[in-house]
């Protein structure tokens, strides 16, 4: 059933999407409507980063707005952090899983076509919305008894974080976000590494990065190092003379934002708006320019 102050006034409502994991914290997700009725909206699910230690959903809550606006229904997701919860990065890929799931298994409640529920994630958040995602494709089964989904529609992935094996401090990555990955053990850490599996999987992913980010060189090595003709469905764009985090401010958040709308319209999502983007903001294509 759908809550009145959604029908009526288009305000975000808050769900809790892992009840039935009795065991763990509630966790709670933000659901922004899409401006109009309709059963055929898409939806995009944003995940936050902070390197699996802190953060906060409202890192994209400008970006949820300006999503609905176009007529994608979006969720800001709170998913456990080892600051709050103790965690290690496999639990919050896990939270990413149940949270699609639950979007999945909601869709009509909020007009959300099922073919189109994408994810989109900033560093730590771009790592865990991707592994949530191959980690399905690449065998791992539904939580939910008698729940059938398909893997997410399209992947967004701002500077993410792509290679847990490889990371060290020259990366960028801080003492204690180095610890959590080590304390993964090398067996996980190498099935939450995505580069290569980003290649194999069919799922459009578009990966943004600044140029000066300190994660580019690897992510370009694990994504393209070995393949001679890349897959058209992967994108990546680089953001020329910006650091980590770039895409929180503007002129880059609108262009950020206006590129990715663009990436799941040309994919068949009905987004139903442009934004107009910043003219000294331009994103350039790695494969094309040499970025």
């Known amino acids: 059933m759908i809550l009145t102050a959604y029908l009526t006034h288009r305000k975000p409502i808050t769900v809790i999407y892992n009840e039935e994991q009795t065991q763990q914290p509630a966790l709670k997700m933000q659901i922004y409507p899409a401006k109009e009725d309709g059963d055929n909206h898409p939806a995009v699910l944003f995940f ?33 952090v080892h600051s709050r919860h103790g965690s290690l990065p496999d639990s919050a890929v896990e939270d990413a899983y149940n949270a699609y799931q639950w979007m999945y298994r909601h869709h009509a409640q ?61 990366q960028g990555y801080t003492q204690e976000e180095l610890k959590l990955i080590d304390a993964l053990g090398p067996t ?47 994108e990546l ?21 206006g590129s990715l709308l663009a990436f799941l319209r040309a994919h068949g999502a009905a987004v139903d708006c442009k934004l107009a983007m910043n003219e000294p903001a331009k994103l350039k294509n790695a494969r094309e320019n040499g970025a």
Request: with cysteine; hydrophobic share 40%.
């Open 48 to 80: 936050h980063g902070g390197g699996w230690i802190t953060g906060s959903p409202d890192q994209f809550k400008w970006f949820a707005e300006k999503f609905a606006a176009c007529g994608i229904v979006s969720a800001l997701v709170e998913y456990r």
């Open 110 to 170: 909020f007009g959300v076509d099922t073919a189109h529920i994408a994810l989109v994630g900033g560093s730590a958040g771009g790592h865990i919305a991707a592994a949530s995602a191959l980690n399905y494709t690449f065998g791992a089964a539904s939580n939910y008894e008698g729940t059938k989904t398909t893997h997410p529609f399209a992947l967004g992935l701002l500077n993410p974080v792509l290679e847990l094996t490889v990371a060290k401090k020259s």
């Open 188 to 234: 996980k850490a190498t099935k939450l590494s995505l580069g290569s599996k980003l290649e194999r999987t069919d799922i459009p992913t578009q990966i943004i990065y600044g140029s000066l980010d300190p994660l580019l060189p690897t992510a370009y090595e694990a994504l393209f190092s070995q393949v001679e003709e890349p897959r058209s469905h992967l």
């Open 237 to 257: 764009l680089v953001a020329s003379g910006e650091n980590h985090g770039f895409f929180n401010y503007e002129p880059w958040r609108t262009t950020v934002a």
